[in-house]
């Protein structure tokens, strides 16, 4: 597929006078089945499945101007931030053959998160497939086309950061080649959102901010140990059964698998840190007490509320629409006292990217 995309690429000569500028903003996702291990080349050891937000969102210009070579400015809420800069470099360089165009320009790099920077939010994700989709709009004017290819643009998210091919759909996608979804591929993300049941098309994700300090283990380096995690194998099965069930229950809007397959699929992420070696632990006492609730919540009220995990302390509260109300009364009451300054994000299923003016 690579190949395809080379091919295709800008490869000519830039007007003397192109510039201009471009703005994208693109979201964060969560997973219901998780992406955790991954093999040679950015690509995962099995399908993960995610929704797409609405709140939590980069957004991200570029401006452009010809220039003789490739030239990048970044600034991250108006200050330059050399760390991402960096990152930034590091990723279009490696992947020139995909952007050869960017050798004849000087981008001017400005972003910002909807979502504070310090919540803890992983901000790869929606950071990246932004900052891909610009520079694929750029693309797009030189080659004079009317629109940015998604697909495209899912793939070259992934090679940023994993995960962040999942952003640039609508409301779902899902990431590695399955027998159990035509079009799947380990490359980019494929969205299915037209086959989602009516319950899902409005769901609630409130993330629960339980700690806002920085990760003391990257995920790139949690990915890395699933390479000697003794029990790898089985989890790349069960998590392949759990995407051919969580595909099948977003089709049927069947919520007590729902919860059974999002509460499993979490605590399995988090289990295998914690039998990694060295073994590592990113939950927090908090998040324990947030989850027990959560629990004892749904067995007195018959809500079919859940929770899922990042790889982080956070909790993601997953629930219906039609009872947002009620469930937002408990976070509020009986679980904003075990959030960071009692902070929480009032987050749902989204629309996935979007140009802006
Ligand atoms: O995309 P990465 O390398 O940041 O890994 C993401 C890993 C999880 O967020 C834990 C799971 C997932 O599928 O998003």
Redesign the pocket.
Known sequence: MKQTWINEAFNGELPEDFHGGVKWQSPS???LV???G?KEGQLPQNP?V?FTLQNCRTETSVFFEKSDRFGLTFRFDGKPNEAFQQKIERFLMDHLDCLPFLNQLDLHIQSHNTFPHSSGI?S??SSMSALVLCLLDIERMAKGQDKVDLTKASFLARLA????C?SVFPKVALWGATEDLKGSSDEYAVTFYDELAPVFQSYHDSILIVSDAQKEVS??A??ALMDVNPYAASRYAVARNDTKEILDVLHTGDLERFVQITESEAMQ?HALMMCSKPSFTLIQPNTLRIIQNIREFRMETDIPVSFTL??GPNVHVLYPDQDAEIVERFIMDELERYCHGGHWIADQIGMGPSQMN
Request: glycine share 8%; proline share 0%; aromatic share 8%.
């Open positions: 996702n969560i997973a998780k992406y955790w991954k993960s995610s992983a790869s994700a950061s994993g995960s962040a999942r995920s790139r949690g990915h992420l990042d790889a």
